[in-house]
């Protein structure tokens, strides 16, 4: 099949995203609080749904087959070089004879808008080559912003952002947030800290010293510059909740000493250095609650629930839940999360906001929804993968479900991606990554 044909397959067809409200989203972001964070779904799109490899050296080569060659990565790959994007896209050389790849720089950078200097801010983002980071990254990026990225690679990547880098507006340093740094900016977020549990706990004296200095000196970096701070705070401050769901008045049910301590209270702290910084300094602070997040670019690599079912599910492998599977969870999808945190980074709200999906799923029944959705993508039986049960990990919490009813009231912000329509879009990100050999 022509690779026209393929990007009709994956975008007009199956990519069609129908929101909570029953409405399609084509649009993420709103304008609110004198700052437009409004962008084009697919232009996000383009920048992680998109096929590294758009030759290879075969087709080249005009050899026998090459046609099929190429139908079959393309066919592969979630296809988003349409919609006027392609030429936004990497044009490095896959060598499937060897396994090689030639890379090439990008002649183009996407589109960014053109803002008017008094409404372009400088923006700061610490572990914006993680996850959330490189998302968060992509809107401002995409709305006209300067944005420097911090990160000491920890667990974020240069590829999540490698589409920017050489882009005037664009800065990545490699920096580790335990140490100062000196840059004029007008908005800080502050999301370095690795927040996984393989990763926080492999050294959780590293942990808690990225949560408390790491934080100090962004603050600090605040104090001096005026800028506007926000936490990547998290629902483990909640520890093992005994309210439910949670509000933000609750206090929580943290182990100080258990092997999760190191990163719950360590952003415990952090939030309370946040507040001495506010208090005391009168530093603009904002501090977000982030509840489990998912989506593309989330390293698939590093235990958390989501990651692991569609990894384990592509693979036909065994797909894992532990303790029977009666604890609950809720999953927000990640373009809601930066709605969320860009929301409330332009508000004027200093008291800490949940920023999470309050619809609470079982992990056995999530397990089977993740199954489903994968075996509609491969064209296979549910029924040919197998669900296996664990014993449960230490002090991992039984329920947890935010209370957003102060991010609805005072940000104007709830979740509009339904977990299903955000599965359907991270399990094409992750089944082109397997194709193209990079997980
Ligand atoms: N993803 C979620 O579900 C979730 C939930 C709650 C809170 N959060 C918070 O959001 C933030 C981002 O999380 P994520 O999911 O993107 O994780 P991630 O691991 O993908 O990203 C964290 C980034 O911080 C960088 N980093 C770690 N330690 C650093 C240091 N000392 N100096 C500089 N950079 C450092 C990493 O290299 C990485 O790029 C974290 O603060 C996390 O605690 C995330």
Redesign the pocket.
């Known amino acids: 099949m022509p690779a026209a044909d393929h990007a009709d397959l994956y975008y007009d067809s199956q990519v069609k995203t129908i929101g909570k409200d029953g409405n399609e989203i084509t649009t993420v972001g709103f304008d609110r609080f004198g700052f437009n964070c409004e962008v084009p779904l697919n232009a996000l799109r383009s920048l992680y749904l998109r096929p590294h490899y758009v030759n290879t050296a075969i087709a080249h080569k005009g050899a026998n087959g090459a046609s099929a060659q190429v139908a079959k990565v393309d066919e592969e790959h979630a296809y988003f070089a349409s919609d006027g994007n392609a030429e936004y896209q990497s044009k490095s050389i896959y060598h499937p004879d060897s396994n090689s790849i030639s890379y090439t720089t990008l002649s183009r950078f996407p589109p960014v808008t053109l803002l008017p200097p008094n409404q372009r801010k400088r923006v700061l983002v ?8 490189s998302h968060l990254v992509d809107r401002l990026m995409l709305l006209g912003h300067e944005v420097t990225v ?8 240069r590829t ?1 952002v490698s589409h920017w880098v050489g882009h005037p507006n664009f800065e990545l340093v490699r ?4 140490e100062p740094f000196m840059i004029e900016c007008d908005q800080i977020y ?7 549990p393989p ?1 926080y706990q492999a050294n959780p004296v ?1 942990t808690i ?2 949560s408390f200095l ?1 934080t100090l000196n962004m603050l600090g970096l605040a104090k001096r510059t005026k800028a506007r701070f926000l936490l ?5 401050i909640y520890g093992d909740p005994e309210v439910h769901p949670q509000p933000e008045t609750y206090w929580g049910n943290v182990n100080p000493n258990g092997i999760r301590a190191c ?1 719950d209270e360590g ?1 415990r702290v952090a939030e309370t250095l946040t507040y001495g910084f506010h208090r005391q300094d009168g530093v603009d602070v904002r501090i977000a609650r ?5 989506g593309p670019r ?2 698939p690599q ?1 235990g ?1 629930v989501v990651s692991n079912f569609i990894i384990q599910a592509l693979r036909n492998e065994d797909m894992t839940v532990y303790g029977g599977g009666k604890q609950t969870r809720s999953f927000q999808y990640i373009h809601d999360l930066i709605d969320g945190l860009i929301a409330l980074m332009n508000s004027d709200v200093v008291e800490p906001v949940n920023l999470g999906n309050s619809d609470e799923f079982e992990i056995g029944n999530f397990a089977l929804v993740v199954r489903d959705i994968v075996a509609d993508l491969q064209k296979k039986d549910p029924s040919e993968y197998r669900i296996v049960d664990r014993p449960m990990p230490k002090d991992d919490p039984q329920r947890r479900r935010p209370d957003t009813t102060r991010a609805k009231e005072m940000l104007g912000w709830q979740p509009r991606w339904t977990v299903e329509m955000g599965l359907g879009e991270m399990v094409r990100y992750y089944k082109a990554k397997m194709v193209e050999g990079s997980i």
């Open positions: 610490t572990g914006g080559a993680g996850f959330v980071g911090l990160d000491n690679f920890f667990t974020g990547s999540n920096h580790d947030v335990v502050h999301l370095a800290c690795p927040a996984s990763h590293k010293k990225t790491g990547a705070s998290t629902s483990e990163y952003k982030i509840f489990n997040t998912f989330m390293n590093d958390r």
